[in-house]
Antibody, heavy 117, light 107 residues
Framework: EVQLVESGGGLVQPGGSLRLSCAAS????????MNWVRQAPGKGLEWVSY????????YYADSVEGRFTIARDNARNSLYLQMNSLRAEDTAVYYC??????????WGQGTLVTVSS | EIALTQSPATLSLSPGERATLSCRAS??????VAWYQQKRGQAPRLLIY???NRAPGIPARFSGSGSGTDFTLTINSLEPEDLAVYYC?????????FGPGTKVDIK
């Protein structure tokens, strides 16, 4: 069974940094593209970032380009999102999602990031 | 950048009725549209991909259609558990865009 478990969320001040992790199990992690998708409280879904199975291809939404860095460690079956220069508008639940069938087939339960002073 | 709009914003129906949800793209996206269901407090779940293909494990009462700019998600014979927000999504290469969602209320 595919499992994705996010961690690392919490309260951070504006301008601060946070690193999210996503632990994957139940599949060959290195074979799959992965994404981060976020959802602000009471709002819709926003794609944040993509990384290929090898880590060689990476893309970001314009809203986070230059501030967030996606990475993966295939030996540890883990996906990461380093978030710097955080803003109030980055407050959201952050989901990791496995891309299969060219779409986001499997999702974690999410981790809440709150940016506030 | 392609934008997605969804209508209606809210749909209130009784169990057993048919729900018809619309997603419109600002320009042609061929068949590169998916539909997700998100129940309160849960992660989204992929229902339909490439406009009309049901994802694994999705009941047959969910169906998708459309191409180009207009897409439809149909839920036949609504069940109480279908109470959720439904999002359409477009894929453009590696990037993704979501619509604003349609909330389905069960009377």
């Amino acid at each position: 069974e595919v499992q994705l478990v996010e961690s690392g969320g919490g309260l951070v001040q504006p301008g601060g940094s946070l690193r999210l992790s996503c632990a994957a199990s139940g599949f060959t992690f290195s074979n799959y593209e992965m994404n981060w998708v976020r959802q602000a409280p009471g709002k819709g879904l926003e794609w944040v970032s993509y990384i290929s199975g090898s880590g060689s291809s990476i893309y970001y939404a314009d809203s986070v380009e230059g501030r967030f860095t996606i990475a993966r460690d295939n030996a540890r079956n883990s996906l990461y999102l380093q978030m710097n220069s955080l803003r109030a508008e980055d407050t959201a639940v952050y989901y990791c999602a496995r891309r299969d069938l060219a779409w986001e087939l499997n999702w974690g339960q999410g981790t809440l990031v709150t940016v506030s002073s | 950048e392609i934008a997605l709009t969804q209508s209606p914003a809210t749909l209130s129906l009784s169990p057993g009725e048919r729900a018809t949800l619309s997603c419109r793209a600002s320009q042609s996206v061929r068949s590169y549209v998916a539909w997700y269901q998100q129940k309160r407090g849960q992660a989204p779940r992929l229902l339909i991909y490439d406009a009309s293909n049901r994802a694994p494990g999705i009941p047959a009462r969910f169906s998708g259609s459309g191409s180009g700019t207009d897409f439809t998600l149909t839920i036949n014979s609504l069940e109480p558990e279908d109470l959720a927000v439904y999002y359409c999504q477009h894929r453009n290469g590696y990037r993704r865009t979501f619509g604003p969602g349609t909330k389905v209320d069960i009377k």
